[in-house]
């Protein structure tokens, strides 16, 4: 789990704050002015945090796949989930440069589509059952 620095001179979380994965519950989203250095001002999305944690600003494709996640694409509905951040090394910028960035995936915990009212870990389970039953008889047909 990544430790966010308290000794960072940005207000807003970076790809070194995301490390293997951060817990993000996301409190509130805006669209702000932002100064940031070598783009000047420009109006952003921002994400605030429930939890304590910084703020990020949360590019077209973090948006995408938050809305993915979550069911909606609208921000409203985000409101309360948890999403995890992490430090993606592949990122790159619009040039074609590899420059690392943060990036958004499902939380660890985050509720799994229950089957039959089980629990999320017995719905995993059921779920991965009968994937290898599907494949066991697609070997054998």
């Not at 979550?70 to 989930?81: A, E, H, L, N, T």
């Not at 910028?93 to 660890?108: F, Q």
């Not at 229950?114 to 999320?120: D, H, K, R, V, W």
Request: charged share 25%; glycine share 10%.
């Amino acid at each position: 789990m990544a430790v966010v620095s308290a000794t960072s001179k940005s207000q807003f979380l970076s790809k070194e704050d995301g490390g293997d994965g951060l817990e993000f519950v996301i409190g509130e989203v805006k669209r702000e002015t932002v100064s940031t250095p070598g783009k000047g001002e420009t109006t952003e999305t921002v994400i605030y945090s429930d939890n304590g944690i910084k703020p990020f600003i949360c590019n077209p494709t973090n948006a995408k796949r938050i809305a993915q996640i979550v069911g909606s694409r609208k921000s409203k509905d985000w409101i309360g989930k948890t999403i995890q951040l992490f430090s993606d090394p592949s990122v790159r910028n619009l040039k074609g440069e590899t420059v690392g960035g943060l990036r958004v995936r499902e939380a660890a915990d985050a509720p799994f589509k229950s089957f039959f009212g089980l629990s999320a870990v017995a719905s995993r389970q059921v779920a991965a059952n009968l994937h290898q039953r599907r494949l066991r008889w697609c070997r054998a047909n």
